[in-house]
């Protein structure tokens, strides 16, 4: 998102040019993934062909959610159910320049799958002749997080293919997109 001569260029494949999988990250039990966790091995081909192995690359652990829990006031007996939330979750790390992709799949006994990436990184910087933000006279594409020092503003855009046919072609896919719609006609006191 910056134009300038020395930061426009920066168009990186993470996937396609360094490869999540080549660039796994050794996983640490207990930090990267918890106690009740199962590690698994993986291998990629190397430059030759040949397999190269990554201990530890995927973890594979049960999640303990928030219970679903049903009762009402007055009707504990009545009505009442409580289900634990479990789901399974398998995790990887892939370590790509300044960047670590945590990257789950989390799946839940009801059939609905959850995908997922977070982040952690050294902010991507440029240097800057601006020591304080009063001094800016200019669009710095990013914020100056420290003296002479912008945290430029860019992107990360994740893909992924999804094959629906899960035990079969009767499945179906479900977008919902809410949109912010005002309150004109006075009905209700709510704006929207
Ligand atoms: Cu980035």
């Known amino acids: 998102m910056d134009p300038n001569q020395e930061i426009y260029y920066k168009t990186f494949f993470d996937c396609g040019e360094f490869g999540f999988g080549r660039s796994a990250a050794l ?3 207990s930090n990267d993934c918890p106690a009740n966790a199962v590690f698994l091995d993986a ?3 190397g430059q030759d062909g040949s397999p190269v192995k990554i201990s530890n690359a995927l ?3 049960e999640q303990h959610a928030v219970a679903t829990h049903h009762t009402e006031t007055a009707l504990n007996d009545e009505i009442r159910e409580v289900r634990a939330d ?3 979750v398998v995790r990887m790390i ?3 320049g300044n960047y670590d992709y945590i990257l789950y799949w989390q799946f839940k006994p009801s059939g609905s799958i959850n995908v997922g990436v977070a982040l952690n990184e050294i902010l991507s910087s440029k240097a800057v002749i601006y020591t304080h933000v009063d001094q800016l006279k200019e669009l710095v594409y990013g914020s100056l997080v420290a003296e002479n020092t912008v945290a430029t503003h860019h992107d990360h ?7 629906l046919d ?3 072609e009767a499945n179906s896919f479900v977008k919902t997109n809410l949109v912010t719609k005002r309150v004109t006609n006075n009905i209700s006191p ?3």
Request: glycine share 4%; hydrophobic share 45%; proline share 4%.
């Open 86 to 88: 479990v789901s399974l």
């Open 43 to 45: 291998y990629y081909a």
């Open 190 to 192: 709510r704006k929207s």
């Open 157 to 163: 855009f994740l893909n992924y293919y999804l094959d």
């Open 27 to 29: 996983l640490e039990p």
């Open 166 to 168: 899960v035990d079969g």
């Open 94 to 96: 892939a370590t790509v």
């Open 59 to 61: 973890c594979i652990f």
